[in-house]
């Protein structure tokens, strides 16, 4: 078997795995800055929550908690496990072909 057997879908799959590990980061982040109390009159902190509610937007007002700290852990965590499970197992399948 050559060496570059395999080469474009083990990249393939690296990529996907690294775009959904972004992904969950982004949001894992604004969790905590969320817990954390961050100052949301930074541009980071802002261009951090703009992102994770662009990503989690199927998901960010899914649960009705009382406590707000909840619903953001709940929906925006839910989206970050989705994204890291649906992306690697992408990658794998596509590793694996």
């Given at each position: 078997?050559?060496?570059?057997?395999?080469?474009?879908?083990?990249t393939?799959?690296?990529?996907?795995?690294?775009?959904?590990?972004v992904?969950?980061?982004?949001?894992?982040?604004?969790?905590?800055?969320?817990?954390?109390?961050?100052?949301?009159?930074?541009?980071?902190?802002?261009?951090?929550?703009?992102?994770?509610?662009?990503?989690?937007?199927?998901?960010?007002?899914?649960?009705?908690?009382?406590?707000?700290?909840?619903?953001?852990v709940?929906?925006?965590?839910?989206?970050?496990?989705?994204?890291?499970?649906?992306?690697?197992?992408?990658?794998?399948?596509?590793?694996?072909?």
């Open positions: 078997m050559s060496p570059r057997t395999g080469t474009g879908s083990s393939a799959a690296r990529v996907i795995a690294v775009v959904a590990d992904m969950a980061f982004i949001i894992g982040l604004w969790i905590l800055m969320y817990l954390l109390e961050a100052n949301p009159a930074n541009d980071f902190v802002e261009w951090v929550r703009d992102a994770a509610r662009w990503l989690a937007g199927w998901s960010h007002d899914l649960f009705t908690f009382d406590a707000e700290w909840a619903r953001v709940t929906g925006y965590g839910l989206a970050a496990v989705v994204y890291l499970f649906i992306g690697h197992a992408v990658a794998g399948r596509i590793r694996r072909s």
